[in-house]
């Protein structure tokens, strides 16, 4: 007997993980080869791949480590980030995450794996804790309405600002910025101000105002400098000016602050990150807005809404969804696709754990803290300046402003620089009475005596007049009184997360949103402290681990695409898109050029793309599609040619949103070219290119990347995301940059960049670990492998449906990329079955359905991504070649047009308490096909009644006798 003896590469386990991530094993994928007459996975690139979008040359990225060996490697990077103690504020504060939270929430699968809840019945869990976190966001800012997110502070102010344009009677293309906003507030409103012709002021509201003409402003309450002010006096003014007012606030001030709704705020925005969510060095966190009920259809983001569904129980929908982009395009109210889910669901729960006694005391001790600092500091001889604080305030130290906060790095805190003679202090949750000790220490003369904490607790006054303290309670709904003991949150958690379907259950075949595996050991780092408790603005030298994980992933994500430079601060793809655009005009204006304000977009496009256009200031032309779905060569030619002075950019996806490898993305990209336009690549489709195509090298000049589809970040349920864009060596020097953390864009020239696009410098930071680590654990021939199976199954998938199902597009050889569109359009007019009976039929059979009527009304489209095994993908096949069967008895005539069991689903356990009246078995109800007798998901609630959800918008929290 003989052991077998490892390989080299077995001995240090290289390439373990990319089977771990590759669905199909070698057998399976030999039998999917077989099933499309291939023997061997390469030679999908000569069938489906034209021959002039493949790379040639070797990529740098050779290597692959194993799974151990990443996480010991992210350790070591770790420990090159050093966490202080931060008191900068500005936005971001330290905060504790119940460890109930972060172990069954924040590191449950359950929750970070599911899709966006546009399958409102797989949905129920994650819609009801976004419902409570709009309720607590409703509550705590006093408005009407609230969205379910937004991807941070700044955009929000941005967001605000559009949606005021919109709705303001006022005439004056004037923003008025309060100069005690955050500074990267400011930053971002001027960059979305300047693409949309709006002229900005940033001043002192509380001085002069009425001699400005506005058509918005937008306070911070209390300022960025810990200013609590009156906002009375600004609202009349703003009304008198027909002007909207927007006040930015702090979500845990408004627990004791009067909230901004009892002055007249039309909108109020903010960020929800100190309800325990890591400051990560920047993100996710999730912003909120909120505003008055008349101004709802124009909000940004999406909102849950509470319905009914077909047994007349409550059931809850995304509201209002035909404001979104995907709908309205270049009409848009903005272009927010992925927000941040998984970061307002933890704010959410952070609210329900804690209630609204659990709050007040977190945010009492926290104001009670900042004032015997203040108290402290004053008796030691230092000025003061704030009168009327919560948790910041500001210490006048002439001249020694940099000095002091050199003596705090030494005792590990940081403070705010404001300027030489100023510096900030922001307290948090996590301010102890050592905290408070080793501040008085840095500001102390050498042998000071310190004040008695307990003393100055005893003796100092309330600082906050009565009439800017809240007088009405918060947080009345029972769902925020139920859930304090740890038990009965675990339960909680656990109950809404079992009503979902997440990527833990089942396969989700989202097409061009690919749901692939987010693998454990990619996660790990997020639970890492020195990766989530620094603060965005710490001085660079206590980030150098983040600093190497940015240059080094920015490395690979070049190698990977052939572009030279790449930007990390887009926090979505929808972010990534406006980004590119912005540089793109820059890059004309720069040449001389700036006439060209054009951006064609063709037919085909996701809806994010003329949002963006529009927001990036430029007028949206539409190019045709031809009959195979690809864009018309003849109508770019037109197009071009009627705007050849114009033409900035065409944008374009590719493989195109119909899941095909188009022949002429080269000639397409030449074309424009030789018109002086810039090509925008989407690059959500990417998946279907890693380490086949450089299009970098092709002829595109931007690309954003999904990192949330394409490189393993999860969904979160519909966020966080990040859409990093990549861009030529031209245009490198206008990448953002950002005003408080200077060297964000190393290329930056004398024509100065874009401007700031998000609040954090380098976006979403902590989770680009993730891709990071995906990366180096596949390495290019894991990357390359990955693309062919993903492309391979989708062709598998399309060979097994095409005999039941038209296949709407398919590419070269009949081929289609890593997707493919199945047409649903004839059942309609044969029988009256719609593609949302099937994807509601779906789900009796415990799948979430594929992408519906995108890009093509009534069809389906279907990715099943590479992480699927071939078992998962026979399983979902069968369920829908069910499905046409049933619908086959319907065309038939054997089964009732209305009265069948695709328009009764999904079928949920109520019938189980009626007489069975239906005109077909339980069985073929709950168990159809045979499938899941042992492990059934029942879903909740029956079909959702969308027209009635849109008819009566109720955005809270129902009552609890409304439940029965
Ligand atoms: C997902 C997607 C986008 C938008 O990306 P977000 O991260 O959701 O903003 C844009 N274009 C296409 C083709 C997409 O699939």
Same mark, same amino acid.
């Given at each position: 007997?003989?052991?077998?003896?490892?390989?080299?590469?077995?001995?240090?386990?290289?390439?373990?993980?990319?089977?771990?991530?590759?669905?199909?094993?070698?057998?399976?994928?030999?039998?999917?080869?077989?099933?499309?007459?291939?023997?061997?996975?390469?030679?999908?690139?000569?069938?489906?791949?034209?021959?002039?979008?493949?790379?040639?040359?070797?990529?740098?990225?050779?290597?692959?480590?194993?799974?151990?060996?990443?996480?010991?490697?992210?350790?070591?990077?770790?420990?090159?980030?050093?966490?202080?103690?931060?008191?900068?504020?500005?936005?971001?504060?330290?905060?504790?995450?119940?460890?109930?939270?972060?172990?069954?929430?924040?590191?449950?699968?359950?929750?970070?794996?599911?899709?966006?809840?546009?399958?409102?019945?797989?949905?129920?869990?994650?819609?009801?804790?976004?419902?409570?976190?709009?309720?607590?966001?409703?509550?705590?800012?006093?408005?009407?309405?609230?969205?379910?997110?937004?991807?941070?502070?700044?955009?929000?102010?941005?967001?605000?600002?559009?949606?005021?344009?919109?709705?303001?009677?006022?005439?004056?293309?004037?923003?008025?910025?309060?100069?005690?906003?955050?500074?990267?507030?400011?930053?971002?409103?001027?960059?979305?101000?300047?693409?949309?012709?709006?002229?900005?002021?940033?001043?002192?509201?509380?001085?002069?105002?009425?001699?400005?003409?506005?058509?918005?402003?937008?306070?911070?309450?209390?300022?960025?400098?810990?200013?609590?002010?009156?906002?009375?006096?600004?609202?009349?003014?703003?009304?008198?000016?027909?002007?909207?007012?927007?006040?930015?606030?702090?979500?845990? %001030?408004? $627990? !004791? =602050?009067?909230?901004? #709704?009892? +002055?007249? &705020?039309?909108?109020?925005?903010?960020?929800?990150? /100190?309800?325990?969510?890591?400051?990560?060095?920047?993100?996710?966190?999730?912003?909120?807005?909120?505003?008055?009920?008349?101004?709802?259809?124009?909000?940004?983001?999406?909102?849950?809404?509470?319905?009914?569904?077909?047994?007349?129980?409550?059931?809850?929908?995304?509201?209002?969804?035909?404001?979104?982009?995907?709908?309205?395009?270049?009409?848009?109210?903005?272009?927010?696709?992925? %927000?941040? $889910? !998984? =970061?307002?669901?933890? #704010?959410? +729960?952070? &609210?329900?754990?804690?209630?609204?006694?659990?709050? /007040?005391?977190?945010?009492?001790?926290?104001?009670?803290?900042?004032?015997?600092?203040?108290?402290?500091?004053?008796?030691?001889?230092?000025?003061?300046?704030?009168?009327?604080?919560?948790?910041?305030?500001?210490?006048?130290?002439?001249?020694?402003?940099?000095?002091?906060?050199?003596?705090?790095?030494?005792?590990?805190?940081?403070?705010?620089?404001?300027?030489?003679?100023?510096?900030?202090?922001?307290?948090?949750?996590?301010?102890?009475?050592?905290?408070?000790?080793?501040?008085?220490?840095?500001?102390?003369?050498?042998?000071?005596?310190?004040?008695?904490?307990?003393?100055?607790?005893?003796?100092?006054?309330?600082?906050?007049?009565?009439?800017?303290?809240?007088?009405?309670?918060?947080?009345?709904?029972?769902?925020?009184?139920?859930?304090?003991?740890?038990?009965?949150?675990?339960?909680?958690?656990?109950?809404?997360?079992?009503?979902?379907?997440?990527?833990?259950?089942?396969?989700?075949?989202?097409?061009?949103?690919?749901?692939?595996?987010?693998?454990?050991?990619?996660?790990?780092?997020?639970?890492?402290?020195?990766?989530?408790?620094?603060?965005?603005?710490?001085?660079?030298?206590?980030?150098?681990?983040?600093?190497?994980?940015?240059?080094?992933?920015?490395?690979?994500?070049?190698?990977?695409?052939?572009?030279?430079?790449?930007?990390?601060?887009?926090?979505?793809?929808?972010?990534?898109?406006?980004?590119?655009?912005?540089?793109?005009?820059?890059?004309?204006?720069?040449?001389?050029?700036?006439?060209?304000?054009?951006?064609?977009?063709?037919?085909?496009?996701?809806?994010?793309?003329?949002?963006?256009a529009v927001l990036a200031g430029l007028k949206v032309v539409v190019v045709a599609c031809d009959d195979n779905g690809n864009v018309s060569l003849d109508d770019l030619k037109a197009k071009l040619d009627e705007h050849r002075d114009t033409v900035a950019a065409l944008m374009i996806t590719y493989p195109s949103t119909h899941g095909v490898f188009e022949?002429?993305?080269?000639?397409?990209?030449?074309?424009?070219?030789?018109?002086?336009?810039?090509?925008?690549?989407?690059?959500?489709?990417?998946?279907?290119?890693?380490?086949?195509?450089?299009?970098?090298?092709?002829?595109?000049?931007?690309?954003?990347?999904?990192?949330?589809?394409?490189?393993?970040?999860?969904?979160?349920?519909?966020?966080?995301?990040?859409?990093?864009?990549?861009?030529?060596?031209?245009?490198?020097?206008?990448?953002?940059?950002?005003?408080?953390?200077?060297?964000?864009?190393?290329?930056?020239?004398?024509?100065?960049?874009?401007?700031?696009?998000?609040?954090?410098?380098?976006?979403?930071?902590?989770?680009?670990?993730?891709?990071?680590?995906?990366?180096?654990?596949?390495?290019?021939?894991?990357?390359?492998?990955?693309?062919?199976?993903?492309?391979?199954?989708?062709?598998?998938?399309?060979?097994?449906?095409?005999?039941?199902?038209?296949?709407?597009?398919?590419?070269?050889?009949?081929?289609?990329?890593?997707?493919?569109?199945?047409?649903?359009?004839?059942?309609?007019?044969?029988?009256?079955?719609?593609?949302?009976?099937?994807?509601?039929?779906?789900?009796?059979?415990?799948?979430?359905?594929?992408?519906?009527?995108?890009?093509?009304?009534?069809?389906?489209?279907?990715?099943?991504?590479?992480?699927?095994?071939?078992?998962?993908?026979?399983?979902?096949?069968?369920?829908?070649?069910?499905?046409?069967?049933?619908?086959?008895?319907?065309?038939?005539?054997?089964?009732?047009?209305?009265?069948?069991?695709?328009?009764?689903?999904?079928?949920?356990?109520?019938?189980?308490?009626?007489?069975?009246?239906?005109?077909?078995?339980?069985?073929?109800?709950?168990?159809?096909?045979?499938?899941?007798?042992?492990?059934?998901?029942?879903?909740?609630?029956?079909?959702?009644?969308?027209?009635?959800?849109?008819?009566?918008?109720?955005?809270?929290?129902?009552?609890?006798?409304?439940?029965?």
């Amino acid at each position: 007997m003989t052991t077998p003896r490892p390989t080299l590469n077995q001995l240090e386990m290289l390439g373990d993980f990319i089977r771990r991530h590759i669905g199909p094993s070698p057998e399976q994928t030999r039998e999917m080869l077989a099933e499309l007459g291939l023997s061997d996975l390469e030679q999908i690139i000569d069938q489906a791949l034209p021959a002039d979008i493949l790379n040639t040359e070797p990529l740098k990225l050779t290597e692959t480590i194993s799974e151990n060996a990443v996480i010991k490697h992210l350790r070591k990077i770790r420990e090159r980030n050093k966490v202080f103690t931060s008191l900068i504020g500005m936005g971001y504060y330290d905060t504790v995450m119940p460890a109930v939270i972060k172990r069954n929430m924040l590191e449950n699968p359950g929750w970070y794996t599911a899709y966006t809840p546009y399958q409102a019945e797989v949905s129920q869990g994650r819609l009801e804790a976004l419902l409570n976190f709009q309720q607590m966001v409703i509550d705590l800012t006093g408005m009407e309405i609230a969205n379910a997110s937004l991807l941070d502070e700044a955009t929000a102010a941005a967001e605000a600002m559009t949606m005021a344009r919109r709705l303001s009677r006022s005439t004056s293309p004037t923003v008025f910025v309060d100069q005690d906003c955050h500074p990267q507030t400011i930053a971002v409103v001027q960059t979305r101000a300047r693409s949309l012709g709006y002229r900005v002021i940033v001043g002192d509201p509380y001085q002069g105002l009425d001699t400005h003409d506005f058509f918005t402003i937008i306070v911070q309450y209390p300022g960025s400098q810990g200013e609590i002010r009156d906002l009375h006096e600004i609202v009349g003014i703003a009304r008198q000016k027909s002007a909207l007012v927007t006040v930015a606030a702090d979500l845990l %001030s408004l $627990v !004791l =602050l009067k909230p901004p #709704a009892a +002055f007249g &705020a039309d909108i109020v925005v903010g960020s929800a990150q /100190r309800f325990g969510v890591p400051m990560g060095y920047g993100g996710p966190h999730a912003a909120f807005f909120a505003t008055k009920d008349e101004y709802k259809r124009s909000m940004p983001g999406r909102i849950i809404g509470v319905s009914k569904d077909s047994h007349g129980q409550i059931a809850l929908r995304m509201a209002l969804q035909t404001r979104e982009q995907h709908i309205r395009r270049d009409k848009a109210t903005s272009n927010i696709c992925t %927000s941040q $889910v !998984l =970061l307002a669901v933890i #704010a959410g +729960f952070y &609210a329900v754990y804690h209630g609204a006694d659990g709050l /007040r005391m977190i945010a009492g001790r926290v104001h009670r803290y900042a004032q015997i600092l203040a108290a402290g500091l004053t008796l030691m001889g230092h000025e003061v300046v704030n009168r009327c604080y919560f948790d910041t305030i500001v210490v006048r130290v002439p001249n020694r402003a940099k000095r002091i906060a050199a003596q705090a790095m030494e005792a590990t805190i940081n403070l705010r620089v404001i300027d030489p003679d100023h510096l900030g202090i922001s307290l948090d949750e996590t301010t102890t009475r050592n905290t408070i000790r080793a501040v008085w220490q840095v500001f102390a003369a050498p042998a000071a005596e310190f004040p008695d904490i307990n003393r100055l607790h005893k003796t100092i006054e309330e600082c906050i007049p009565d009439d800017l303290l809240r007088a009405d309670p918060i947080l009345r709904h029972p769902v925020f009184a139920r859930y304090h003991s740890e038990t009965e949150m675990m339960r909680y958690m656990r109950r809404l997360a079992r009503r979902d379907i997440a990527l833990d259950r089942s396969m989700i075949p989202l097409g061009s949103c690919t749901m692939k595996l987010n693998a454990a050991t990619e996660m790990q780092s997020l639970s890492y402290h020195e990766f989530n408790g620094l603060h965005p603005f710490a001085p660079l030298y206590q980030t150098l681990g983040y600093q190497q994980m940015f240059a080094e992933l920015e490395d690979m994500l070049c190698d990977l695409t052939g572009f030279d430079a790449f930007s990390l601060q887009p926090n979505a793809g929808s972010q990534g898109e406006y980004t590119g655009l912005l540089v793109i005009r820059k890059y004309h204006e720069v040449s001389g050029q700036g006439q060209r304000n054009v951006c064609l977009i063709p037919a085909s496009a996701h809806g994010t793309n003329p949002a963006s256009a529009v927001l990036a200031g430029l007028k949206v032309v539409v190019v045709a599609c031809d009959d195979n779905g690809n864009v018309s060569l003849d109508d770019l030619k037109a197009k071009l040619d009627e705007h050849r002075d114009t033409v900035a950019a065409l944008m374009i996806t590719y493989p195109s949103t119909h899941g095909v490898f188009e022949e002429a993305f080269r000639t397409l990209c030449d074309l424009v070219h030789a018109y002086g336009g810039q090509v925008y690549l989407d690059g959500a489709n990417f998946n279907a290119l890693v380490g086949l195509s450089r299009p970098g090298r092709l002829g595109a000049d931007v690309a954003h990347l999904n990192l949330h589809k394409t490189f393993s970040i999860p969904h979160g349920g519909g966020g966080p995301g990040v859409g990093p864009i990549g861009v030529g060596a031209h245009l490198a020097p206008y990448l953002p940059d950002h005003p408080v953390v200077k060297g964000v864009n190393p290329n930056k020239g004398r024509y100065g960049t874009v401007g700031t696009v998000a609040a954090a410098p380098w976006g979403s930071a902590s989770i680009y670990t993730i891709s990071w680590a995906y990366i180096a654990m596949m390495g290019a021939a894991g990357l390359k492998k990955a693309t062919l199976t993903a492309i391979l199954n989708a062709n598998y998938i399309a060979k097994r449906l095409a005999p039941h199902y038209p296949i709407l597009y398919t590419g070269k050889n009949g081929w289609v990329a890593h997707e493919c569109i199945i047409d649903c359009r004839a059942f309609k007019h044969a029988c009256g079955i719609t593609v949302e009976d099937i994807a509601k039929r779906l789900i009796d059979f415990g799948f979430h359905a594929p992408t519906v009527s995108f890009p093509v009304p009534e069809t389906l489209m279907i990715e099943p991504t590479e992480s699927e095994s071939k078992a998962e993908i026979d399983r979902f096949c069968d369920a829908l070649i069910a499905i046409r069967g049933e619908i086959a008895e319907i065309e038939a005539g054997r089964a009732d047009p209305e009265n069948n069991v695709l328009k009764h689903a999904p079928h949920t356990h109520r019938l189980l308490f009626e007489d069975w009246a239906l005109p077909y078995s339980r069985q073929q109800a709950f168990f159809p096909g045979n499938h899941q007798q042992d492990d059934k998901y029942w879903p909740p609630v029956g079909r959702i009644d969308n027209v009635y959800g849109d008819r009566h918008v109720v955005c809270t929290c129902p009552p609890m006798e409304d439940y029965q």
